[in-house]
């Protein structure tokens, strides 16, 4: 049964509908391969053994009777963090929540529950999801498992050291600024950001809530468009969510590609690209011409500013969202105050990180009056021009591709002591989170010292179908999706 931990979602819903494996010795599989592994790598943080077979437990019954069994019933997956879960800990990597029990389910635990889908466990984090790289946890840092020295990018990186690592078939992750796509690269596999609503953000714990967008993290494009198809949807509690006909994403995998325009942003291929992040770029490019694509150089003039608007409005929004962590309600309390001001502040100062807090300060400085013109304002117009850009580069091409990051995984510590060096690991996903495109990171390769490399394609406002297409394609022409650690085996 050990082959299983390889195998698509498809593969996985065929065995269970077969009766070749039970939904419950599924789940033990994973569940035995986390006890021997996660230790190592610190991907998991909140597991309950008992919880996820009694859900496997009640998947076995509805794949018996039949009649309420989806493609995705009985089939294991584990949520990153930041989703609030009924009866488990959800404590967004931070110490502030360290002990909160959520007494709810987030919109998208709740779709995939519904599908029948088994939780295995939550998954670590970067705190309140700002980070990069995975180092930003209370819980401590993930280790990517093509190279337990590197980090494995963030702020979804247990997500990925998971599915990477064959603990999980599949994940959910969330996406601010690149923090599917990055990871995704960093550790070799698919992850897709929808379109800004798409799916709701009902339960999901807030950073910037106009550019945090939840999304499938997954082996193959396939696999993400069956998650998909769960996870979107109006969601009427989520003042955001888009009201939309419901669409099947798997139905075009099969279309050739044939006369597909690829946009190749001359911004995106300028100084900052490893060499050996371009050679495998290039090569995957190299492939899509023999698939019968062809590409056309398209401009996206307001790129370079993506970065320093970002880091204006979404701190400037976890300012905000961050100032109901205050020791009244729930979360981390100080254990000593003289009365109620201090017992904000030390409660604050203790339950929050370095990296939360810089965010949160930065955020309030430029919301401040005096300021607010100066920067908030101005960054939300650089904005405006940046969604603009992509509107005239999608007149001539149908998807835009290049490197998901400059690099590949680095060590730990490597950036940690320069927070602009760490910011800049997502200068080429920050765009799509501005202009609330879709975008998806998939394996396209290996670079220096054998670690994985991620190819980018951004789509249109809602061309997530298009977009997993045209990766499916690829994926079949290759096989860096179906790569996992050596070491892992």
Not at 79 to 102: A, P, Q, Y
Not at 399 to 422: L, R
Not at 453 to 481: C, P, R, S
Request: proline fraction near 5%.
């Amino acid at each position: 049964m050990s082959e299983l931990i390889n195998s698509s979602l498809r593969d996985l819903s065929a065995a269970l509908a077969a009766r070749r494996v039970s939904a419950v010795e599924l789940a033990t599989l994973f569940l035995d391969r986390i006890d021997r592994l996660n230790p190592g790598l610190n991907a998991f943080i909140a597991l309950d053994r008992d919880k996820t077979l009694a859900q496997a437990r009640a998947a076995d019954e509805s794949l018996k009777v039949g009649g309420g069994a989806t493609a995705l019933t009985g089939i294991p997956l584990a949520h990153k963090d930041i989703f609030c879960t009924r009866g488990w800990r959800t404590s967004c990597g931070s110490k502030m929540l360290e002990n909160f029990v959520s007494p709810y389910d987030a919109h998208v635990v709740e779709k995939l529950a519904a599908a029948g889908m088994v939780t295995l466990g939550k998954l670590n984090m970067d705190e309140f999801a700002m980070g990069s790289s995975n180092e930003t946890s209370h819980f401590g840092p993930v280790k990517n498992p093509w190279d337990v020295s590197c980090v494995p990018g963030g702020s979804s990186g247990g997500s990925a050291a998971a599915i990477a690592a064959r603990l999980t078939p599949a994940a959910t992750g969330t996406d601010t600024g690149g923090s599917i796509r990055q990871p995704a690269a960093l550790c070799g596999l698919t992850g897709l950001k929808p379109t800004y609503g798409a799916v709701s953000r009902y339960g999901m714990i807030a950073f910037a809530s106009s550019l945090d967008q939840a999304g499938p993290m997954a082996k193959s494009a396939e696999d993400c468009a069956l998650l998909l198809n769960a996870m979107a949807g109006f969601d009427p509690r989520d003042s955001t969510s888009l009201e939309r006909p419901a669409e099947d994403y798997a139905r075009d995998l099969e279309q050739p590609l044939a006369g597909l325009r690829i946009g190749l942003p001359k911004e995106f291929f300028g100084d900052g690209m490893d060499p050996d992040v371009r050679a495998a770029v290039e090569a995957a490019l190299g492939e899509y011409h023999r698939l019968g694509a062809t590409t056309v150089e398209v401009q996206l003039p307001n790129s370079g500013l993506s970065v320093p608007a970002y880091y204006v409005i979404a701190p400037a929004e976890a300012s905000s969202n961050l100032s109901r962590f205050d020791g009244v309600r729930y979360g981390y309390r100080a254990p000593e105050y003289a009365d109620l001001t201090e017992m904000y502040s030390r409660s604050r100062a203790q339950g929050f990180g370095a990296e939360v807090k810089r965010r949160i300060l930065i955020g309030t400085y430029v919301l401040s009056h005096g300021y607010y013109d100066a920067y908030y304002l101005q960054a939300q117009k650089i904005r405006r021009l940046i969604a603009a850009d992509f509107v005239e580069a999608f007149k001539n091409c149908d998807v835009i591709m290049g490197p998901t990051s400059p690099s590949v995984a680095f060590a730990f510590g490597a950036k940690s002591a320069d927070p602009v060096q760490m910011y800049l690991s997502d200068i080429y996903t920050i765009s799509t989170n501005l202009a609330g495109l879709p975008g998806m990171s998939l394996p396209c390769g290996f670079g220096s010292n054998a670690m994985p490399v991620g190819l980018q394609i951004i789509g249109n406002w809602f061309g997530e179908a298009k977009m997993l297409t045209v990766a499916h394609q690829y994926q079949k022409a290759t096989d860096w999706h179906t790569r996992m650690p050596e070491a892992l085996k």
